[in-house]
DNA sequence: CTTTTTTTGTTCCAAGTCGCATAAAAAGAT
DNA sequence: ATCTTTTTATGCGACTTGGAACAAAAAAAG
């Protein structure tokens, strides 16, 4: 990790045995184990099944459960806002705007090969998070720069004039959020895409007045 | 179970050796447990130490784990119904209603003797609704019979002038549901009382229009 | 070809977990 | 007092789980 003199493709092997997986492969089937059964519901067997790694491998790369979970969360982190950032880039109307980033999260809700698992930190981090402040403090993060990410797009809506002068971006930003949320869980208990994807219509439509 | 000729105060002793626990407390103890760590997290030595009952004692009245688990979900949407139900029946604004409903709400989010863990459903059930059809339908279910009581109140509230004519009261119902929704995941992850108490004012305000 | 380095794959260990079998206790019924 | 019924309490056995030790394999370096 710190001396990286050349950049990263065709760099001159290491030395030893050369490893049999990509991490970053890796660490994402990870995530997908936990993401379907939850922290503790999935043991290490589970993960290395999961990989095509064995145990000691797993140790060896990302280090013992608890550091493979976090460091899963973050990488669904990292790939959750580059969705939505790249949504909330887009240019069109308030409405469209929004509609584009629901659309993107309904994607990785709805990503799982077999079952249906919303969102990963909704799904798992939220169950673990009250006794442990690491991931709690995570997961806060998280939400806040999404909340940030939608206050912005609705003051820069109400400067354009799509949004009267008397709305509160903040009180908006948070409701839609709030529609995120319920996306994910209401996903993983089994509601069908179409209809999320009309609860997050009709929720922009109240929330753009 | 089937011939209780008697109501159930004063009833003449059954037979054997008498209980050591009321079976209602216990459940509730066992929620309790359930609630911090989830249901793979929770072990039935947990929920035994948590009821005081052993492991033995614990089956025979309330069946395997997953029984017990089943059992003290429904128990907790009867809770959460009943205090529901409650505040939407007080009379009075719409606004002042739903205030009404979301105090409740964070009443129950907030109950946790130490730890603040938000809502048992949200925080415990949605992590293992994708594998377990019984569990996701419970979930589901209990949702929807939410959804209709704000939507009922939605319908009173536009009948009365207190909405204009062409709210949607459906779509309300989902976005304070939603908001419901969000109170729950962010108190478990650490957000403060009083500012879910701003953020569930800022969506009535909203809603209200 | 041998040495060094790194990863893989097998195996073991201690603790935890769940279900069950069996004994002990506490009450009413006779 | 003894028997029957119901619950509590203890303990066992099989399995799972997370961690670690150790040898084998694969590659570069000398």
Known sequence: ?????????????????????????????????????????????????????????????????????????????ELKFAAMRK???????LSETLMRVYDAALSIYFSGDDQVLGCFVVGTAITEAPGNPEIQRIVADGFHALDADFEARFKQARGAGELKQDADPQALALLASA???????????????????????????????
């Not at 949504?87 to 109307?93: K, L, R, V, W």
């Not at 319920?182 to 007045?209: D, F, H």
């Open 1 to 77: 990790m710190r001396l990286g003199t050349k950049k990263d493709k065709a760099e001159k092997r290491p030395r030893g045995r050369p490893r049999a997986y990509e991490p970053q492969t890796a660490l994402r089937q990870a995530a997908e184990a936990f993401w379907k059964t939850g922290y503790a519901g999935t043991s290490l067997d589970d993960i290395s099944a999961a990989t095509g790694m064995n145990r000691p491998s797993l140790r060896a790369a990302f280090g013992d459960k608890h550091e493979i979970y976090v460091k899963a969360l973050s990488d669904y982190w």
């Open 87 to 93: 949504a909330f880039e887009t240019d069109g109307t």
């Open 179 to 209: 529609t995120m949320h319920t996306m994910a869980i209401r996903a993983r208990s089994g509601t069908s895409r179409e209809n999320l994807r009309m609860l997050a219509q009709n929720a922009v439509k109240v929330i753009c007045g």
